[in-house]
């Protein structure tokens, strides 16, 4: 895998922890970093001086022109995204749902699909990956090491469209994590919240196994049951 010059530009929207975690780490291993929140882009400059030094802050649509764009806000934010803006753009999804804190959503619970399937529809015209959401933002930062160095922590990468999950496992590995492909971007509910996978802090041969005893897991067979239900 090459270097920074995999992604070139990379745009987050998103600066609260995992935004800012995700922007120190890509501006550390030499991307030029672009992050984005709603309002006055120069609300988050000071945050951004002290979190993550060399990222500049920016709209929302100069953040979905960077090569490289990282959706790193609320999933229930995505419907919001003006979707002309992403047109041909590789989207590295990292947003999950949290039902503790966005109330019961059965638009964002339906077995049937995944999260990352809603962002894509709705992003209809972009390649969008899911990745990085399944571990901290805490352990993200924590655990972050060289290629190849011992103890080195997996991140699983998921998406349809072969060039973009390439790419997004290029920069997952610029941050300092091997990348796990597992398949296509319906596979990202394998590492949804409620998965063993998700939170977990492990190594590349163990977020495989992980992702392969997914059916016989306790929330592989809940989804499994309920799918057969809606059919």
């Known amino acids: 895998m090459s270097g920074a010059g995999a992604a070139g530009s990379v745009g987050i929207i998103g600066a609260g922890r995992l935004g800012l975690v995700v922007a120190r780490l890509a501006a550390a291993s030499g991307h030029r970093v672009l992050v984005a929140a709603s309002g006055d882009p120069a609300r988050i400059r000071p945050v951004l001086a002290a979190s993550a030094p060399g990222a500049v802050p920016g709209t929302i649509a100069e953040a979905a022109s960077a090569d490289l764009v990282v959706l790193a806000m609320p999933l229930t934010a995505y419907p919001a995204l003006p979707a ?4 041909g753009r590789t989207v590295l999804d990292a947003t999950n749902y949290w039902w503790e804190l966005d109330g019961l959503r059965p638009d964002l619970s339906d077995p049937s699909t995944s999260t990352s399937e809603l962002v894509q529809a709705h992003l ?20 972050a090491r060289p290629r190849g160095a011992d103890g080195r922590k997996a991140v699983a990468v998921a998406g349809d469209d072969p060039a973009a999950v390439d790419r997004v496992a290029r920069f997952v590995d610029d941050l300092g994590f091997d990348p796990v492909v597992i398949g296509a971007l319906a596979e990202g509910i394998r590492f949804e919240p409620g998965t063993e996978i998700f939170g977990g802090d492990v190594d590349a041969a163990e977020l495989r196994a992980l992702v392969e005893r997914f059916p016989d897991s306790q929330r592989g067979r809940y989804l499994a049951k309920l799918r057969t239900r809606g059919r």
């Open 84 to 87: 002309a803006l992403f047109l």
């Open 124 to 143: 209809a015209g972009a390649h969008v990956v899911k990745s990085l959401g399944h571990m901290s933002a805490t352990d993200l930062e924590a655990e």
